[in-house]
């Protein structure tokens, strides 16, 4: 499906003269990822009684865990999509609520500043290739979660990678994206160099690639004592680590993500924060699960690389968070100190730690998306507001992130309550405050790290999420308690943009358009996703079930 629909707007953007239909695109590539949805929903039946079906001659296998995170990512897919299939803002009118009304015609008689509130368009509603860049990248990262073997992985693994250097780089009048995506390409391109180093060592080593057969031997080799044929391979999976944790931007390989994350637009900042981080980490749960019986030495397995980058993540995510003042860059930090928690429980490979690892990453996917879709929201109901702080009108690439430093939010709250309360729970959920999901995702990583004697980790972890809630704090007091410096811009004082009501192509009546405000397709988004985190606790059994069942499907193949 992914690729059949590739094939078709490759073929529409050649035939295509012009540059508006972006809008268009983005809704085809909505119905798309529905359709995506569909399928892999159905897969979850064919294949739940099976740990797992292979394809095309073992390279790639389908099971009910990589089907699920599939899942995962075309619904994060569609709803970014989502913010450039549709206008920002709306117009609202206090005259056309009768019924009569309601199914009449209206034709908006157009004026300057009319075309400055609707008309206007971001360079992300001209950029028609934006949605092949998407199918690009999520047809990567489908094929890197179901890959079976150390080719197509690194095969996967490049297709999904060069899609988001090209997309950090789409936006051809924005110098700061062009220099964060070509910052993006060269460090990861040095990731990509780690990971093929990996794999080669492991080849040369053992003479295969097949994921399986290389379970095999390392398993064959402790049974035998054959330790000779697998005293490298521990080593091998060492360096390959090292690509996957800088291509998700944990620490200590963590040094890219704040620049980069900063420099572009906030749209392809939410693509890149997320979705790249699923496809890795889901590889990574497989490929811990079945090494796991790799050792270094006779105490310590290879896994223990993965428990030292989850405590730097912990720290440097926190410590480093508290001295930012701008939202992406403290979002950047946020992240590292979540891939924390997730590489924590990823490493201790238990039951209970790996229903807690897919949990944890399923919030933090959701509530990291309604965080930067507030962003975008916040900036395009700012849109009719002079900001009188000289500081913020000297921003670089303020069109396409419009939010860029903290201060910007100062007394938010009293200018649109709605969005700035949705913010905050947000911000808490990622504190781990009660009742909150965050607080039940952070809950589940320390009861299964405590279970197994991660006693000193838990601690870090613990404290590390209270002083994370500092720099959340403080994005919440500038929103409440502080003045802003924003006053309505004079051409939307008392705005009356005449409208006629046609009906049988006889004009009925005039109305006038006064107000505008959030278009629905970011508001029904944000109320779900935040209703969502503020309201788990009354409806939590669906998700724990879910991951529980995954947990449970990936130690007991053949279990339900």
Not at 112 to 125: A, F, G, M, T, W
Not at 499 to 515: D, G, P, Q, R, S
Request: some cysteine; proline content about 2%; aromatic content about 14%.
């Amino acid at each position: 499906m992914l690729l059949s629909s590739i094939f078709c707007l490759v073929w529409s953007n050649a035939l295509a003269s012009r540059r508006d239909t972006a809008i268009l695109y983005s809704r085809i590539g909505i119905i798309i990822l529905f359709y995506c949805i569909f399928l892999s929903y159905n897969n979850l039946f064919i294949t739940y009684l099976d740990s797992g079906i292979g394809l095309f001659s073992g390279l790639f296998y389908t099971s009910s865990i990589t089907q699920t995170f599939h899942i995962l990512i075309f619904v994060i897919s569609l709803l970014i999509l989502n913010m450039t299939g549709f206008f920002p803002r709306k117009l609202l009118s206090t005259d056309f609520n009768t019924l009569n009304k309601l199914f009449s015609k209206i034709h908006i008689v157009k004026t300057r500043v009319l075309n400055d509130i609707i008309y206007k368009r971001s360079e992300q509603y001209s950029i028609v290739e934006y949605t092949l860049m998407l199918l690009l990248i999520i047809t990567g990262s489908v094929f890197l979660i179901s890959s079976n073997d150390l080719v197509s992985i690194f095969l996967s693994i490049e297709l999904q990678s060069y899609g988001l250097y090209l997309l950090c780089t789409m936006y051809r009048n924005s110098e700061s994206s062009t220099s964060a995506g070509l910052t993006y390409f060269l460090l990861g391109s040095l990731a990509s160099c780690f990971i093929l180093l990996g794999i080669g060592l492991i080849y040369a080593n053992l003479g295969v690639t097949y994921l399986d057969s290389f379970y095999i031997i390392n398993n064959l080799a402790g049974i035998l004592d054959e330790q000779d044929i697998t005293v490298y391979i521990p080593f091998c999976l060492i360096i390959m680590s090292i690509g996957f944790l800088f291509k998700i931007s944990a620490a200590p390989f963590h040094f890219w993500s704040p620049d980069v994350y900063d420099g572009i637009p906030t749209i392809v900042t939410t693509f890149v924060a997320i979705i790249a981080k699923i496809s890795i980490l889901a590889l990574l749960l497989q490929l811990v699960h079945y090494t796991n019986s790799i050792y270094i030495t006779t105490q310590y397995n290879w896994t223990i690389s993965l428990l030292v980058s989850s405590l730097l993540s912990l720290i440097i995510g926190t410590v480093l968070g508290l001295t930012q003042n701008r939202i992406k860059r403290l979002f950047a930090f946020s992240t590292i100190s979540h891939l924390g928690f997730m590489l924590l429980a990823l490493t201790i490979n238990t039951v209970e730690s790996t229903q807690s690892f897919i949990f944890y990453l399923v919030q933090y996917s959701l509530s990291n998306l309604n965080a930067f879709i507030l962003l975008v929201a916040i900036g395009s109901s700012l849109y009719a507001y002079n900001d009188n702080d000289t500081n913020h009108n000297s921003l670089v690439d303020k069109q396409n992130s419009p939010i860029q430093l903290i201060s910007q939010l100062k007394g938010y709250f009293h200018i649109n309550s709605i969005l700035a309360l949705s913010l905050t729970i947000t911000l808490f959920s990622f504190a781990g405050i009660p009742p909150l999901m965050g607080f039940f995702a952070k809950q589940m990583v320390f009861s299964a790290a405590l279970q197994e004697g991660y006693i000193f980790l838990t601690l870090v972890g613990v404290l590390t999420s209270v002083i994370s809630g500092v720099y959340y704090l403080f994005v919440v007091k500038t929103m409440f308690f502080s003045e802003h410096s924003y006053t309505f811009k004079k051409k939307f004082q008392d705005l009356i943009m005449p409208a006629l009501v046609v009906k049988n192509n006889k004009i009925t009546n005039t109305i006038e358009l006064n107000n505008f405000s959030i278009s629905s397709s970011l508001s029904i988004v944000i109320s779900i996703l935040t209703l969502v985190i503020l309201l788990f606790m009354f409806m939590p059994n669906e998700w724990l079930h879910m991951s529980n069942l995954l947990a449970v499907v990936l130690f007991v193949p053949g279990s339900l």
